[in-house]
């Protein structure tokens, strides 16, 4: 008994001994957990609070609305109009055929659409809204509204989408704006490219001042939860609207200008004569620029291409012409300063002018007789400037016509502007490799051969021949301080002289162009025609008779130019005209240029 | 005096009553407290699915409690043996008919609840192990003879644990049994060898592990190996438990769990639900709430009557079993262990781990209850 009992006590001594052992071990342990709780709560716990905020915020960024463009008046010529969007939560939707079935016939969802929607569904978290169909009619948002309740799950969204609302009016010089392309990507890296949905300028204004326009974007800052849920939002920072942009267009003028040409093809220049503004730029036909900006289809696509009174270029600036007749205005000027005629010189016209071998005609095969500048103006008679450029010389012709701004490339905010062809002896060795020959100096002084001006260079020029002198520069943007022009080294009386010319060519008895006189009281304009072949007469034909351009083919007809300004006493507006293939610039030119002179004086603009 | 009259009487039901610890009680209770205030968070401020339930559950686990510690402990002595082969029996029926539950068979399907024989098991051992120590004379227990039996005692058990496969319960069963062996006087040279047998045997053993368990003890060793899914689950705990910082995010406020970026945040990941929205103060709150429970348990072992070997031994056991909940559970969730699936007593969401623990805490308490007096044999 005693000896078990001093056995128990044995065991009963390790029991306590050691359990005292296992307490301590205890004891340890649990610290060593508060210790780990310190090390990851506290020594790492910055480190940790900032994975678990990574861990639940996400951001997304916001598109701004874009800056809208203007005209000189303030009228919206680009905007930003809500766009309504049907979308699905497939995830509130019991029965994903039936539902679209039944949308079907309210949203005429083709079965391309379907198999759409059914891929995106099946290629995302079933809380993340699928698209159904972009674009949606008030009609179609109402029908939705009044039926959401069979249509579990379908929400309307609401976005903006860049629209122009004059259309084909303004095509030309706005351009639009397009998706994001693969390029434009990797030329830019600004955040807002990578927003879905996203829209840049891809031509015209659009393209030229996106950055302007954009804006800067918002961000909005979501909670999200392990599967990607937006939970809620935490902070919604707006972004900032696009600058907007002012242009020194009328849209009131600008489309008067584009209806006055009718089925015309062709291009038309407006210019305020004292600031170079542009009060009007129409190149006809024209696009409609909305059907850009979701993406245009194949088949409209390939009708503007393949049209061939080229709707997407704009012929105002792209467009390089003979100037024809209207280039007698540079070679009068030109022959007036260097001394080689005055008013009073004088030349016979008998119908053609023989030069070595080659014989040149007037486009009056009976001839003029005896005229003066003035008079040769007024007639656009061919004889006299081909005598006078060959008194002049290339040269001095290709001087002026640099004076007075052809030939040069503007900064007016548009691609693609071509600068023209103003010909000299240098000019000809560099690109052809040739030198000059004397005929070609001829057929320079009735502005054809080699030169090619665009319309806007013409328009620029008239400008400053008849505001007196000064090198005005067309511009499309609206200035608060424009800079005044520098003036142009031409002598006032000379200016004058040819300034008569234009005023005879529309108002003088047997003027090129009387039939285009305005039909305003008090006021009148002053203009030159121009025609300019667009292949060449051969002797065979002349021989034959010469075809009349009515009955050529539309490509081989003629173009029409005219350029006008008025009032004449104190002008204030010049317009160039080109009708491609208009076969005549009085008959078919000058009426659109006087439309468009009378349009604008009604106007009055300021 | 009355410590010598009243040694071998036994208690009226009142008076066991009386003798309960309430201290021992409150902290349990607060405990279980913390527990559904945290899965009332985790449902996102809602007593639905689990905190009225969890609740309903304690309470059962209380009453469940209170019958076991008013039960006269000879009970415990004597039905320690039948009781272990009952739940031996049970373990292998699991085997063959279990239920299929997270990729491992171990509940039987009683209809209401779910019965895990292999957390009665860690009751039934430690009782039958307590049963042989306290028979068996010093020298059997020091010799190599004498502990082949109690080796079996424990192998047989954890081995049929070990092919469900459960390798946490099984290490907690094992690690329980290692400590009453110590406990009991075996030499530490022995353990030396066992730790050296299953090291030896580490190879071999690899080899029966199934994939998963291959892949959490690798996910454990390197956890940005398979940082999409075991590994996920380690690093989310940890930036739930890092970001809660001193004073956590706030009741309510843990974005970790709130948005389901926290495997299991009302199972065995709820301490760092919670210490995330209480922070460290909240988690070293419930370690030093949990380690004077467990000093209780020490308090009892020694306090009891020394003639009450079986008594000591029991409570001792039991205590280190809930221990070893508690430490391999916190241990695991903030990244000191491989992810075993053992869950936080009294806080996880769960009734299996409840019964366990209450059921133990009722066992300690009877001994405790009747502490002066000797066990009737």
Redesign the interface.
Known sequence: MKK?NS??N???R???K??LI??SL??L??F???G???Y???Y??E???L???S??LSRRLLAPPRGTINDRNGIELAVNTQNFQAMLISEQCRNIDKFLQDLTPILNLSSDDIERIKKDIAHHRRFVPIKIKDNLSWEEVSTLMINSNTFPGLIIDEGLIRSYPFKQYTAHPLGYVGSVSEADLQKSDAPLLQVPGFKIGKSGFEKTYDEELRGKEGILTY?????GRI?REIEKKEGKKGKDLDLTIDIRLQKAAYDAFGKESGAAVVLDVHTGEILAFVSVPSFDPNLFVDGISIKNWNTLLYDEKTPMTDKAISGQYSPGSTFKIVVSLAALEAGVITTQTRSFCSGKMQLGNHLFHCWKHSGHGHLNVIEAIKNSCDIFFYETALKLGIEKIAEMSHKLGLGEIYDIGLENQKAGVIPNKKWKQETLKQPWQQGETVIAGIGQGYVLVTPLQLATMLARVVNGGYAVNPTFIKKEHPTKPKKINIKPENLAIVKQGMFEVVNGVGGTATRARLKLKGIQMGGKTGTTQVRRISLKERAKGIRRDEDLPWKYRNHAWFMAYAPHDNPKYAVAVIAEHGRSGSGVAAPIASKILEEAIKLDIR | MTLLLNRNQELSLKERFLNLNFVFIGIIILLASIGCITLYSVAGGKLSPWALNQALRFAMGLIIMLIAALIQPEFYYKIATPFYIFTLILLIIVDAVGHIGMGAQRWINLGIFNLQPSELMKIAVVLQLAKYFSVAPIESIRSIKGIIIPVILVAVPVAFIVIQPDLGTSLMVLFCAVAMFYLAGVQWWKFGLGIGAVVAAMPVLWHFLHDYQKNRILTFLDPERDPLNTGYHIIQAKIALGSGGLWGKGFLSGTQSHLNFLPEPHTDFIFTTYSEEFGMIGGALVILLNLILISYGYWFAFRIHNSNYFGKMVILGLNTNYFLYIFINIAMVTGLLPVVGIPLPLISYGGTVILTVMTSFGIMLSFYVNRDRELKK
Do not use: C, P, T
Not at chain 1, 223 to 227: M, S, T
């Open positions: 078990s056995k128990s044995h065991k009963l390790y029991l306590l050691r359990s296992i307490f205890n004891i342990l649990l060593v957990l508060i780990r709780l310190y990851l709560q506290i790492q716990g480190k940790y609070a994975l678990a905020d861990n639940r909670e999200v939860n392990a599967y939970m």
